[in-house]
């Protein structure tokens, strides 16, 4: 494990009033301890997660439109509004890693092809494989060594069977590669990965819970348990 601990430095803030510190869970934010080598962040939809992820990823010097540190180009729109205001701390420190932001993966993939890089992700262009052969590629051929990982919503483009595969991945980087993830995610699959640390965003704080607690094991558990009846109540007509 590498990163330990992110502070906002409020002292810094002049204003809570507008993005990115008025979203509720920036707005109590003091510091996060990090204490697993997987980190998952949830939380409803507009709750912070890529705000902050994305500027952890800014800290890091990973570039914003997602990537490692070399990976130099630009996507609009894709700076780090809270970057700035963030201090990490590490013990060890490293520089190695990777931003993935599943909204702009295909200009990640153009960059590569322009810089004729296609080798190092299986040989094959990433913009001609499927976009979940793609991800895979890349957790496959590029993530390795003593590393951080910052994913956001990598299950965009995988099957269920693929997130598995992703598990299995993110199994063998922690333990023989000493790599560390933090994942913001929507996907019961990847969240019941063990001994992770699950950092909610949901009720304006970040806090840990445990994965039985969470909507997203709950509601599917729920869903699949009692399929019609939720169906029924969900279509019902008002009244
Ligand atoms: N560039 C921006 N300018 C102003 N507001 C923004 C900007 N980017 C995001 N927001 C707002 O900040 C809030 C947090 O957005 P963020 O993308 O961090 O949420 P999230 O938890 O990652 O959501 P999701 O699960 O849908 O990906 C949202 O209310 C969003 O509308």
């Known amino acids: 494990m590498f990163l330990r601990n992110i502070?906002?430095?409020r002292e810094k803030i002049e204003s809570f009033g507008s993005y990115p510190f008025?979203?509720?869970?920036?707005k109590d934010l003091d510091e996060i301890e990090i204490t697993a080598p997987v980190t998952f962040f949830i939380g409803e939809n507009g709750t912070g997660k890529s705000t902050l992820l994305e500027a952890i990823a800014d800290k890091c010097e990973f570039n914003t439109a997602g990537g490692g540190r070399n990976n130099v180009y630009e996507v609009d729109a894709s700076a780090s509004a809270?970057?700035?205001?963030?201090?990490?701390?590490w013990l060890p420190k490293v520089t190695n890693g990777f931003f993935l932001r599943a909204e702009s993966f295909y200009h990640f993939a153009t960059h590569i092809d322009q810089i004729g890089g296609?080798?190092?992700?299986?040989?094959?262009?990433l913009h001609h494989q499927s976009h979940g052969?793609?991800?895979?590629?890349?957790?496959?051929?590029?993530f390795r060594g003593k590393a951080i990982y910052l994913l956001d919503e990598p299950e965009a483009a995988l099957s269920p069977n693929r997130q598995f595969t992703f598990l299995r991945?993110?199994?063998d980087l922690t333990r023989k590669?000493?790599?560390?993830?933090i994942i913001a995610t929507h996907s019961p699959i990847l969240l019941g990965y063990p001994d992770a640390e699950i950092?909610?965003?949901?009720d304006g704080e970040i806090r840990s819970v445990n994965y039985e607690e969470t909507d997203h094991y709950r509601v599917t558990k729920y869903f699949l348990e009692h399929r019609e009846k939720f169906l029924e109540d969900l279509f019902a007509e008002e009244e």
Request: charged share 20%; glycine share 6%; aromatic share 14%.
């Open 169 to 171: 991945i993110i199994h």
């Open 133 to 142: 052969e793609s991800f895979l590629s890349l957790f496959l051929h590029r």
């Open 82 to 89: 809270l970057g700035d205001y963030i201090r990490l701390s």
């Open 22 to 26: 008025s979203i509720p869970v920036i």
């Open 118 to 125: 296609a080798h190092a992700y299986g040989g094959r262009s």
């Open 7 to 9: 502070q906002l430095e």
């Open 177 to 181: 590669e000493d790599c560390q993830f």
């Open 199 to 202: 950092l909610s965003f949901d």
